[in-house]
């Protein structure tokens, strides 16, 4: 069974704090990795993806991916009230190309 | 980002009815979608895979008698619940990706939450 895990939270930040949300995956041959933002009751928002090994910066997001620890973060620089919400990791199943993703970590910033 | 389109957003029906949802890829072919479904405080759960033109993929434990797939064209697939119970009360999201590359970023509807009562 593969598996994605994450600490389901709640993560609670200041605001302007970086918040650092961690994720680990079973499947040592996934290929491409996804971050998700759920707001309650809202349907996933794409918020990173990364591929190769390293960090990926996209505004106050940076995605890091290490393979050989099976390990993929986000990072949220500069934390807002309005970054409240769950974020969800997920991993491609490279056989069927499906998305598995872990239970979720809840953030909370408070202003 | 690709827009993916889904209806209803919510449905409340009676014990027995059978519910559909609709999911429609407005700017691109979609020959790939998924459908999960999602119970409150837990993650989203794969239901079924399903490609244009050929027969859903569905998950363990799913039963695919009950969740029946359509997807006969490649911008729109469908879920029907079939005799919906309460206990199939949950969110439904559907998410497509437009081509075949397995590291296509999949685009999700805005969801469906159905409340059986």
């Known amino acids: 069974q593969k598996e994605v895990e994450q600490n389901s939270g709640p993560l609670s930040v200041p605001e302007g704090a970086i918040a650092s949300l961690n994720c680990t995956y079973s499947d040592r041959g996934s290929q491409s990795f996804f971050w998700y933002r759920q707001y309650s009751g809202k349907s996933p928002e794409l918020i990173m993806f990364?591929?190769?090994?390293g960090d990926k910066e996209d505004g106050r997001f940076t995605a890091q991916l290490n393979k050989a620890s099976q390990y993929v973060s986000l990072l949220i620089r500069d934390s807002q009230p309005s970054d409240s919400a769950t974020y969800l990791c997920a991993v491609n199943d490279n056989q069927g190309g499906k998305l598995i993703f872990g239970q979720g970590t809840e953030l909370s910033v408070k202003p | 980002g690709a827009v993916v389109s889904q209806h209803p957003s919510r449905v409340i029906c009676k014990s027995g009815t059978s519910v559909k949802i609709e999911c429609r890829s407005l700017?691109?072919?979609?020959?790939?979608m998924f459908w999960y479904r999602q119970f409150p405080k837990q993650s989203l759960m794969l239901m079924a895979t399903s490609n244009e033109g050929s027969k859903a993929t569905y998950e363990q434990g799913v039963e695919k008698d009950k969740f029946l797939i359509n997807h006969a064209s490649l911008t729109l697939s469908t879920l029907t619940v079939a005799s919906a119970h309460p206990e199939d009360s949950s969110f439904y999201i559907c998410s497509a990706r437009s081509t075949g590359a397995i590291n296509e970023k999949l685009f999700f509807g805005s969801g469906t939450q159905l409340s059986v009562l």
């Open positions: 990364i591929y190769s090994n």
């Open positions: 700017d691109f072919q979609a020959t790939t």
